[in-house]
């Protein structure tokens, strides 16, 4: 019993194929580059990785390449859906839902608030509701594990009028890796199910973090689009909002220009001026790059900042998971941030957060509570699991 995960970005489509009990991925690959000659499909199977040229594939090709290939290893037939990551769901959806065609037009209708993500989203679904029409098709929506939150935590304070008629609000992302990785923190710390203050950090090339009370989401970083929160690769996070209108002067650039910069050319890779990959950042950081140090300061006093005040709505914290690329590798920002947080009583086990990495998990400060741990997340799996979940229920 196996799920196909489809996750369809704007130039690429990244596929898995799982057992949502034990967790283990038959294949998983990406088609990459797609719209260009040099569009290919690279996949991984039973530790070896392997590749194809697609030249000039766009979504539907691709997508069509990918259930070749599937046919090829013998893995399209025992699968009991397809579970589809959907960026943006607003505030339609609090949970996974079978894709129906009152679904696909709620996605539709969150279009104007995930414009680059929601159209890929919705052409994975109708491209592999073509290839498989009597399979179960799921939508898995990062937004979702949010709705979850208190309108204290989602209202800007702006124009109400504002949220009625635009749906300017918060509403958070990450949340399948978010919702994955607070549930397996609860598991590996024994807390209670029914008690339990959680923050997770998700820090990737998007960084977000997230207040879990009792296995629900009370407040997150992210806001009407994941530009808002912590600093992260390209992106700057939370910063006054009237650097866009000084900028766009200043330069004589549209607000738009100004907001793309925000987005692509900030964070880690603006301060530093070298990179958006923490990895090179810390290299140049340790080789005395001052413009580096200060980017991975910052990076991590933001962070702590940002942690600090997801205790206000928790009211206590328990336990601080670490998770995504920089999350489960990077031993330094760990080490900072868990040090600028100590008066929340975290101390710093030096040797454990030495040897937790990514696909090992574990606790990394003294001390049982409140502890920091790293957790690796598995969005996919996530995805399968919902999946198969909603399959079970229909039938
Ligand atoms: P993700 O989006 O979760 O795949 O995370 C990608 C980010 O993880 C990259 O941009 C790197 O900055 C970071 N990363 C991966 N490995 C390491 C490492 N060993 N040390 C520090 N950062 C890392």
């Known amino acids: ?48 990785k392997e590749s194809r040229p697609i030249p000039g594939a766009h979504h539907e090709e691709a997508l069509r390449a990918v259930v070749a290939l599937l046919h090829e290893l013998g893995l399209a037939d ?6 589809h990551r959907v960026v943006h769901g607003g505030s339609k959806f609090s949970g996974s839902m079978k894709i129906t065609p009152e679904v696909v037009a709620m996605v539709e209708a969150c279009i104007p608030l995930g414009p680059l993500h929601n159209p890929p989203n919705l052409l994975g679904i109708k491209v592999a509701q073509e290839l498989f029409p009597t399979m179960l098709q799921v939508g898995v929506f990062d937004t979702a594990f949010h709705q979850t939150m208190p309108p204290v935590a989602y209202t800007y304070p702006v124009p109400h009028e504002w949220l009625e008629a635009h749906g300017v609000r918060r509403y958070g992302f990450h949340g ?30 998007g960084c977000s973090c997230t207040a879990v009370r009792n296995g629900r989401s009370v407040d997150t970083t992210m806001g009407l689009t994941p530009l808002e929160g912590v600093m992260m690769g390209t992106r700057s996070g939370s910063v006054d909002p009237a650097i866009i209108g000084h900028v766009s002067t200043a330069l004589k650039r549209s607000a738009q220009d100004v907001l793309d910069v925000l987005n692509k050319k900030s964070g880690l890779l603006g301060v530093s001026g070298l990179s958006n990959d923490m990895r090179t950042v810390e290299e140049a950081a340790a080789a005395g790059n001052a413009r580096a140090s200060l980017a991975l300061d910052i990076f991590c006093y933001v962070l702590a900042k940002a942690i600090a005040g997801l205790v206000v709505p928790l009211g206590r914290l328990d336990a601080l998971a670490f998770t995504g690329g920089i999350g ?35 606790r990394i400060t003294t001390g049982m509570r409140p502890q920091a741990l790293v957790v690796p997340t598995n969005e996919e799996l996530m995805i399968a699991m919902d999946t198969a979940d909603i399959a079970q229920s229909a039938s």
């Open 328 to 362: 489960e590798n990077s031993v330094t920002v760990r080490a900072r941030t868990v040090e600028l947080l100590g008066f929340l009583g975290l101390t710093l086990d030096p040797a454990l957060n030495a040897v937790h990495g990514r696909g090992q998990h574990g």
């Open 176 to 205: 399948t890796s978010h919702r994955f990785v607070a549930r397996h923190a609860l598991t590996l710390t024994g807390l209670p199910a029914d008690d339990h203050a959680i923050v997770t950090a998700h820090l990737g090339n």
């Open 78 to 83: 025992d699968l009991v859906g397809i579970g």
């Open 1 to 48: 019993m196996n799920v196909l995960v489809l996750n369809c970005g704007s130039s690429s489509a990244k596929f898995a194929v799982i057992n949502p009990v034990s967790g283990q991925e038959a294949v998983s690959g990406i088609a990459q580059r797609l719209g260009s000659k040099h569009a290919s499909l690279d996949w991984k199977r039973n530790g070896s």
